[in-house]
């Protein structure tokens, strides 16, 4: 299983390879986004048994399908248009 330094290297990783600027906000994005399959530890957590909630609903395709037409809604809304 991936550990919390793999996903964000990966993000990361994406950020560089697709952006144009330096704006740290995009690296907070590609960070947090890169780390959304796993905030499912948190509800177990509350329980006492971090992987009592893991590898649940955050990891389907369906999840992996609204984080991607989610994170491409953003990106067309924050692109600058040409005057």
């Given at each position: 299983?991936?550990?919390?330094?793999?996903?964000?290297?990966?993000?990361?990783?994406?950020?560089?390879?697709?952006?144009?600027?330096?704006?740290?906000?995009?690296?907070?994005?590609?960070?947090?986004?890169?780390?959304?399959?796993?905030?499912?530890?948190?509800p177990?957590?509350?329980?006492?048994?971090?992987?009592l909630?893991?590898?649940?609903?955050?990891?389907?395709?369906?999840?992996?399908?609204?984080?991607?037409?989610?994170?491409?809604?953003?990106?067309?809304?924050?692109?600058?248009?040409?005057?």
């Open positions: 299983m991936p550990s919390p330094v793999a996903h964000s290297l990966a993000g990361a990783a994406v950020w560089r390879a697709k952006s144009t600027g330096r704006r740290w906000t995009g690296l907070a994005v590609a960070l947090i986004a890169a780390n959304l399959p796993d905030i499912d530890f948190l177990g957590l509350a329980s006492g048994n971090v992987n909630y893991h590898h649940g609903p955050t990891h389907t395709l369906v999840a992996l399908v609204a984080v991607c037409l989610a994170a491409y809604g953003v990106a067309v809304a924050l692109h600058e248009r040409p005057g």
